[in-house]
């Protein structure tokens, strides 16, 4: 059974930088079927994608974040991590970790979702 | 980007209802549609993909239609588990993008 779960902060100060990693268990990272990927939703709002990995490294981000987007994957303890820079108020939301199934651009398998919270 | 927007955004039915939700996409997407049912405090699950195809475990009370910029969610016959917010998304193209929801809340 394909598992994700996030893990970091759940307070970050303006102006620094939000970390957050996707742990996977039940399937593989360095799998080539699949992509992995972060969606975020500021409470009581929508759902915005912010990028995707393949086992490879390489990367597509949402050109709205992708100044302070970095989205990196670690195949030896099958992870992947989410660093956004320079953060703000709007950057407070509930930030789920995904995998992207069959076609890479849909959101089969999600985390339970971790709330960050940007205020100093 | 592709703006996806839903209509309506919030919609009261009684159990046993059928409810439909349309989600029209700012230029053609062909099928690369995707729906998601999300209940409050969790994640999104999705629904359906290619507009039309159920993802497995989902009841077949829910279908999928359209191609190009128009499509449905239909949900044959509401039943309790089934009030929740629904989104749309396209996989068109980079960025993929959402609908903004749509509430299916108990009449």
């Known amino acids: 059974q394909l598992q994700l779960q996030e893990s970091g902060p759940g307070l970050v100060k303006p102006s620094e930088t939000l970390s957050l990693t996707c742990i996977v268990s039940?399937?593989?990272?360095?799998?080539?079927?699949?992509?992995w990927g972060w969606i975020r939703q500021p409470p009581g709002k929508g759902l915005e994608w912010i990028g995707s990995?393949?086992?490879?490294?390489?990367?597509s981000y949402n050109w709205s974040l992708k100044s302070r987007v970095t989205i990196s994957v670690d195949t030896s303890k099958n992870q992947f991590s989410l660093k956004l820079s320079s953060v703000t108020a709007a950057d407070t939301a509930v930030y789920y970790c995904?995998?992207?199934?069959?076609?890479?651009?849909?959101?089969?398998?999600w985390g339970q979702g971790s709330l960050v919270t940007v205020s100093s | 980007d592709i703006q996806m927007t839903q209509s309506p955004s919030s919609v009261s039915a009684s159990e046993g209802d059928r409810v439909t939700i349309t989600c029209r996409a700012s230029q053609d997407i062909s099928n690369w549609l995707a729906w998601y049912q999300q209940k409050p405090g969790n994640a999104p699950k999705l629904l359906m993909y290619?507009?039309?195809t159920l993802q497995s475990g989902v009841p077949s009370r829910f279908s999928g239609s359209g191609s190009g910029t128009d499509f449905t969610l239909s949900i044959s016959s509401l039943q309790p588990e089934d009030f929740a917010t629904y989104y749309c998304q396209q996989g068109k193209s980079f960025p993929l993008t959402f609908g903004g929801g749509t509430k299916v809340e108990i009449k």
């Open positions: 995904a995998r992207l199934g069959t076609y890479g651009v849909y959101f089969d398998y």
């Open positions: 039940g399937d593989s990272v360095s799998s080539s079927t699949y992509y």
């Open positions: 990995i393949y086992y490879t490294g390489s990367t």
């Open positions: 290619g507009a039309s």
